[in-house]
Each structure stands twice: as structure tokens, then as C-alpha cells.
């Protein structure tokens, strides 16, 4: 496992693969530099090998592979951190175990599905929990379930979007109890809905990549294009609707963070906001060395995490 990886070090095994540079070395040569990852945690990579780098320049994405190399201190590095340089790589085989490439989160996936039922028997207005009652059924509910809520940057692992969003409705329905004068069920409905998009948007395969589709058009507006849907087939139509679909078409907050309109009202507002604290509160989850002052590149600062 990554975690247990220690510098001089010689390694051989199953690895999820990110390449993000490929470029010329001074002395003439090639290299290319990456991230290696399973549910441990992840090392960043560099390789010199001419024949490897060739073999990175024509994947597409992230991909399981079994690499060799040696552990090794990464001098560049301002904390002196690991990294591996590696030397060799080959497909996976049929027989090879790569089950620890799947990240988990630390939560009972069982006790979050109970908490999403009780909230969806929660909500009152009849056509909200029509819509709901709808997409969380079937197929879609199954996928629901284990599909993380993000690539890399918040509850990137199995179940990451069930967690996210029953998480969300949880801040959210506190900060209607202490604002006051909200309609609670479409607040309900959006924090369990907002993200609904990224179950279309990014795979739970290996690695979690974006499906063709999501990168075409992307979470919120396929979240939106769902919640329409389901409220098609049961017949829902008028304000109530309209105000939950600006509740997910607005939960970037604004137009330049992504959202194709910005936040017009108070239900929006909070669901927003639910979203980007879970979002925080998941990143002091992400603490991968001994060093208590982590660097994180979503929030783009240092955040210090309990030693």
C-alpha cells in the first residue's frame, strides 16, 4: 500500500496512474511527472525512462497500471516528501488484485441510506416528494449510492455523493431552523438533489472518470435536466418546481463559479452555502502525511489538521 511506502524502498504493484506533465529534461532527454494512488493514499511519480513516457503520452485519463521503481526523496519538494522514480510499467492481468484502488470513506454507507429515507419521508408538498421518490429508485438510486461526488477534490470515493448530499440537507435544514421563514421540503429536495447530475457526469470506474456527456455538459445542468424529467412523469408543474430546479441550477452561488444563474432566493441561498461548508469540512478528512500543515489545492491554501 502507498501509506506504507518508505524512502529506498523498491516497489512493484497495482497502481491508479495520473499523468500531468510530460516535457524535456536539461541533459536532452524526456520525463514526465504524475500521481500514483490507491485507497491508502497517493505519491507523486517522476520517470525518465524514453519508452515509459512514450506509453504516457498516448493515455487518455487515468489508468490502472503495475509499475516498479524506487522510493525515493523528492529534493524538489519544500517538506522533503516521497516520491517514487519509476522505472517500470505494464498492463494489469486478469489476475492481478486491484481491489485496494477503490477509495472508501470513513462513514456507515448504511446509516447515510437511512438518514436519505427518513429526510425523503420527511418532505410534505406532495409534487416535491413525487420528484424525489422518483430518482431515488431503480437503476439510478443504485448508482446513487456508490458514485463518489467528485474526481479529486471532495468525496472522491464510493458513496462520496450519498454522503455529500445527505450532508448537505443536514446543514441545510439547521440553518432554516435558525433563519426562519423558508419552505423547509424544497430546501430538503435541493440539497438532496443539487449534485444529482454527477451520477451522468463522472464514472464510479476506476479512477472516476468524466463520461463523455459530463464533460459536454457538465453536473448542473444535467441535474437540472433530471429533476425536470422525474417531474415530468409525475405530473409536477408550477412555482413550487421552478424554485426547486433554481435551487440546483443556482448552487455554485454565482454565474462565474459555474452556476448557469446566481442565488435569488433565501432556499437558494442556503443550499448554496450547506454545500460549500460539507464541501470545506471534507478537505480536513484528506490529511496524507505526518506534517499537520497540509497544502490544498482546492481551497488553495495551507489548512492544519488535527496531529
Avoid at 487515468?62 to 521503481?69: Q, S
Avoid at 429508485?137 to 456508490?146: A, E, N, P, R, V
Avoid at 443536514?170 to 429536495?189: E, F, M, P, W, Y
Avoid at 433565501?266 to 499537520?292: C, L, R, T
Wanted: charged content about 20%; glycine content about 10%.
Amino acid at each position: 500500500m502507498i501509506s506504507d511506502f518508505k524512502a529506498g524502498t523498491k516497489v512493484c504493484q497495482a497502481v491508479l496512474l495520473r499523468v500531468q506533465k510530460i516535457g524535456n529534461s536539461s541533459n536532452g532527454g524526456v520525463f514526465a511527472r504524475g500521481l500514483l494512488e490507491d485507497n491508502s493514499g497517493k505519491m507523486p511519480f517522476i520517470v525518465f525512462e524514453a519508452g515509459i513516457v512514450d506509453k504516457m503520452r498516448s493515455m487518455e485519463g487515468p489508468k490502472v497500471m503495475m509499475v516498479g521503481g524506487m522510493v525515493d526523496i523528492n529534493k524538489f519538494s519544500n517538506d522533503m516528501t516521497l516520491q517514487l522514480v519509476l522505472q517500470r510499467m505494464e498492463e494489469i492481468m486478469p489476475e492481478d488484485d486491484i481491489t485496494h484502488l477503490l477509495p472508501n470513506g470513513d462513514f456507515d454507507h448504511q446509516e447515510y441510506e437511512n438518514k436519505l429515507q427518513k429526510l425523503i419521508k420527511g418532505v410534505m408538498t406532495p409534487g416535491i416528494r413525487l420528484i424525489l421518490e422518483n430518482i431515488f429508485s431503480g437503476t439510478l438510486y443504485d448508482k446513487f449510492l456508490i458514485n463518489p461526488a467528485g474526481m479529486r477534490l471532495h468525496h472522491a470515493y464510493i458513496g462520496g455523493l450519498l454522503q455529500h448530499s445527505v450532508d448537505v440537507a443536514g446543514i441545510a435544514q439547521s440553518l432554516a431552523d435558525r433563519i426562519g421563514g423558508v419552505d423547509k421540503d424544497l430546501i430538503v429536495a435541493g440539497a438532496l438533489l443539487h449534485d444529482i447530475g454527477k451520477i451522468r457526469e463522472i464514472s464510479s470506474d476506476i479512477g472516476f472518470p468524466y463520461t463523455m456527456e459530463g464533460r459536454l455538459l457538465g453536473h448542473v445542468s444535467m441535474s437540472a435536466v433530471m429533476v425536470q424529467e422525474a417531474a415530468g412523469k409525475a405530473k409536477v408543474t408550477g412555482p413550487k418546481l421552478q424554485q426547486l430546479l433554481h435551487i440546483v441550477l443556482s448552487h455554485h452561488g454565482e454565474q462565474e463559479k459555474g452556476s448557469p444563474v446566481a442565488c435569488a432566493t433565501k432556499e437558494s441561498f442556503i443550499v448554496h452555502y450547506a454545500d460549500e461548508i460539507d464541501a470545506i469540512m471534507n478537505q480536513f478528512s484528506k490529511n496524507e502525511g505526518k506534517n499537520p500543515w497540509e497544502y490544498n489545492k482546492m481551497l488553495q491554501r495551507f489548512l492544519l489538521h488535527e496531529a
